[in-house]
């Protein structure tokens, strides 16, 4: 064998290497130095690495280490980045969108008159000034009681005649009945039903006490209007014939209240009252002294306080007697309540709700595209330093990884 | 889904490399030199390969894909730390050889000694030679696998260990000849 045939019988793995090769090749490494060198070499390396034994830490290190990673994976393998990046972007679109939707933004334009819940206080001074001076007058009757029974002896000379003039009053009365009817209209038509209720209280001679509107007619905020009419009693009836007209009416209530004992006390006492005041003039102009002048003075100056207060409280009997209360909410309604009031058929109260419910989405697809338009300019400037931001990590990251590959 | 499939990726993947645990080991045990080195190389390959198991297709032997890939770990290590391999600086640091934890029986003292030669002729070995050394001469691979590890040419595998064997023969027998002077000028000075 030469060192020719020994190299390559060497560089073939020794699995394959017949006994007879192998004996050739150490019968030519007695012979020649080299070969026995590298033969030397080739054994004594195979021995070293079947005689090394692995480290059990090393086992059993690599084997903690693949298991950690793969619990680090599965925990992280939950999207948790993605799903907290799309609920805020939810969040803020829904946001955005339900700030745009209940400014209004979204129906600007449309409703403009209507979109601000909206008084109108057109309250007749003279009808509650009876109830609410009365209230007052009592309180300040009582404080100056000491001054009214001061004259004890004018007083006195009066109290017969008071009474008298009482049971005089009494003889043919007409009753005093004060009317409150309150009712709901249920309307889809709500505009239109709107102008009409106006139209009715101007056309029976009433008029709109105080007027309150809210909602904008939108899905979710349907108006309402809250009427405090006055109608003439004579007239109620009528005007209340045509008001059930306008809607489908609900809640309705009616109330009498006869006033005419309180009324007529106080037309009694009113009139014994001017009757006192009347001698009292006659007696102030028969005085002699400055004691009685003063006196007189001061019992003429309360009879007139009484005056004024039961011709106030009259007045406010006169006036919710003549004209009754009615208290009028009319109520803007959906299809879907629509449905259900008229109790119509499966497939209508579908459609109804079908149409609800993309008039709704309308509505919030609207307020959404507005909304966006008006972030527009946000949107821009956040996307402007978000990509300014990634581009400095990536280059950061780039050289980074440039830094590593040159090491 | 199958049975296998059901398994984790982390069984799966030691189930596979298992009966390769110990080649890996000796393979950056050779290449690093040190045992503390060579562990960590050889933890960091078996992670490596861990983490890039789902896209081995089995298109390759997968000894030949786990070897690749810590040959590439060890390199990589190499290169790290330039310089920490070379001899000298390996015995400054407490360098032994392998194997001389071994007994030392009087009969294996010469066998020993050559080993520990060995491991340092080796040791000074440059890198691309080392690898293609232990590879072929420890692991006894063939050359086409040597040469798929290290995706390099068949011709080139030979040309490099033709070149590191020169190396180890001329390493070794100058080692022997230095010993050889010595112990003659011992035995002068004691004659």
């Not at chain 1, 004209?323 to 309540?337: F, K, M, P, Q």
């Not at chain 1, 499966?346 to 709700?353: C, H, K, M, S, Y």
Request: net charge negative; hydrophobic share 35%; charged share 30%.
């Amino acid at each position: 064998m030469d060192c020719r045939t020994f190299s390559l019988l060497l560089d073939t793995p020794e699995a394959e290497r017949t006994p007879e090769q192998v004996r050739e090749m150490e019968a030519h490494a007695a012979e020649c130095r080299d070969c026995a060198l590298l033969l030397a070499i080739q054994r004594e390396m195979r021995c070293m690495d079947e005689e090394e034994e692995i480290p059990a830490a090393f086992s059993a290190s690599w084997r903690e280490r693949i298991r950690a990673e793969e619990e680090n994976k599965t925990m992280s393998r939950f999207p948790w980045k993605k799903i907290l990046a799309y609920a805020a972007a939810f969040v803020f679109v829904a946001v955005g969108t339900a700030v745009s939707y209940n400014n209004g933004w979204g129906t600007a334009g449309k409703t403009a008159n209507q979109t601000a819940a909206r008084t109108t206080y057109t309250n007749d001074g003279a009808a509650d000034y009876g109830v609410t001076s009365g209230t007052y007058l009592n309180s300040k009757a009582a404080g100056t009681s000491a001054s009214y029974e001061a004259p004890m002896m004018l007083a006195d000379s009066f109290a017969s005649e008071e009474m008298a003039a009482e049971e005089a009053s009494g003889v043919e009365r007409e009753a005093k009945i004060v009317r409150t009817v309150n009712f709901t209209v249920r309307t889809q038509q709500y505009e239109q039903d709107y102008d009409e209720i106006r139209m009715l209280v101007e056309e029976y001679g009433g008029r709109i006490e105080s007027l309150n509107t809210s909602g904008d007619g939108t899905a979710y905020s349907l108006r309402r209007a809250n009427y405090t009419l006055r109608i003439p009693s004579q007239r109620l009836e009528a005007f209340l014939d045509a008001a059930k007209g306008v809607g489908n009416v609900s809640n309705y209530s009616e109330s009498s209240e006869d006033v005419s004992e309180n009324y007529y006390d106080m037309q009694s006492r009113l009139e014994t009252q001017e009757a006192k005041l009347q001698r009292l003039n006659e007696m102030l102009a028969k005085a002699k002294n400055i004691s009685d002048l003063i006196e007189l003075e001061e019992a003429i100056s309360d009879t007139q306080y009484w005056i004024d207060y039961y011709t106030g409280r009259m007045r406010g009997y006169d006036s919710r007697v003549a004209d009754s209360y009615v208290y009028i909410t009319l109520r803007e309604i959906n299809n879907a309540d629509a449905a259900e009031q008229k109790e119509l058929s499966l497939g209508e109260r579908i459609v109804n709700a079908v149409k609800a419910s993309l008039e709704a989405a309308g509505e919030m697809l609207q307020a959404f595209v507005i909304f966006f338009i008006a972030a527009l300019p946000w949107l821009i400037v956040l996307a402007g330093i978000v990509l300014v931001i990634r581009a400095v990590v990536r280059s950061r990251r780039k050289h980074r990884k440039a830094a590593e590959k040159a090491e | 889904m199958s049975l296998l499939n059901r398994r984790s990726k982390a069984e799966r993947f030691e189930a596979a490399v298992m009966q390769h645990e110990r080649g890996i080991y000796l393979l950056c045990l050779r290449m690093m030199g040190r045992r503390e080195d060579a562990e960590d190389c050889a933890q960091e390959a078996l992670l490596n390969a861990y983490r890039s198991y789902d896209s081995f297709r089995g298109e390759a032997d997968i000894k030949t894909w786990l070897y690749r890939i810590a040959s590439n770990t060890c390199m990589s290590a190499l290169r790290k730390h330039r310089g920490d391999s070379s001899l000298e600086v390996l015995r400054e640091e407490g360098f032994e050889p392998t194997d001389t934890r071994m007994p030392q029986p009087e009969r294996e003292a010469e066998r020993n000694d050559l080993r520990t030669r060995l491991s340092e002729a080796i040791a000074a070995l440059p890198d691309d030679q080392r690898e293609i050394v232990v590879l072929r001469e420890y692991q006894d691979l063939p050359y086409d696998q040597i040469a798929s590890i290290l995706e390099i040419s068949e011709g080139t595998v030979k040309s490099r260990l033709n070149r590191a064997r020169e190396k180890l023969k001329k390493y070794l027998t100058d080692v022997e000849q230095i010993g050889g002077k010595r112990v003659q000028e011992n035995e002068g000075r004691q004659g």
